[in-house]
């Protein structure tokens, strides 16, 4: 497993963006699928976007498709999340994880999870 620190999450109004980064501990970052996720209040939580361990495909929820890029560098052990055009819908926790098996798009594929920074979308 690999250890995971999310950075970056704060305030922002409609229409403006953030840049998350994850930061992983390990020599095997580079072996992963890694993914971010996010959870509203009140609700499950929810894939928005995966990368693969080369950072030569990339997976997105339709909801975020055209607005958010997901990118690693694997020589910094990190992944990020561009976030563009925010919308108040994009307010949540959001979380990195490294993929374990499986699906990539559910938390059960997942068994590396960092503890979240939160985004908040005025508008």
């Known amino acids: 497993q690999v250890q995971l620190v999310e950075s970056g999450g704060g305030l922002v109004q409609a229409g403006g963006s953030l840049r998350l980064s994850c930061a992983a501990s390990g020599r095997t970052f580079s072996s992963y699928t890694m993914g971010w996720f996010r959870q509203a209040p009140g609700k499950e939580r929810e894939f928005v976007a995966a990368?693969?361990?080369?950072?030569?495909?990339?997976y997105y929820a339709d909801s975020v498709k055209g607005r958010f890029t997901i990118s690693r560098d694997n020589a910094k052990n990190t992944v990020y999340l561009q976030m563009n055009s925010l919308k108040p819908e994009d307010t949540a926790d959001y979380y990195c994880?490294?993929?374990?098996?499986?699906?990539?798009?559910?938390?059960?594929?997942?068994?590396?999870w960092g503890q979240g920074t939160q985004v908040t979308v005025s508008s």
């Open positions: 990368i693969s361990w080369s950072g030569d495909t990339t």
């Open positions: 994880a490294a993929r374990f098996r499986g699906s990539i798009y559910y938390t059960v594929g997942y068994n590396s």
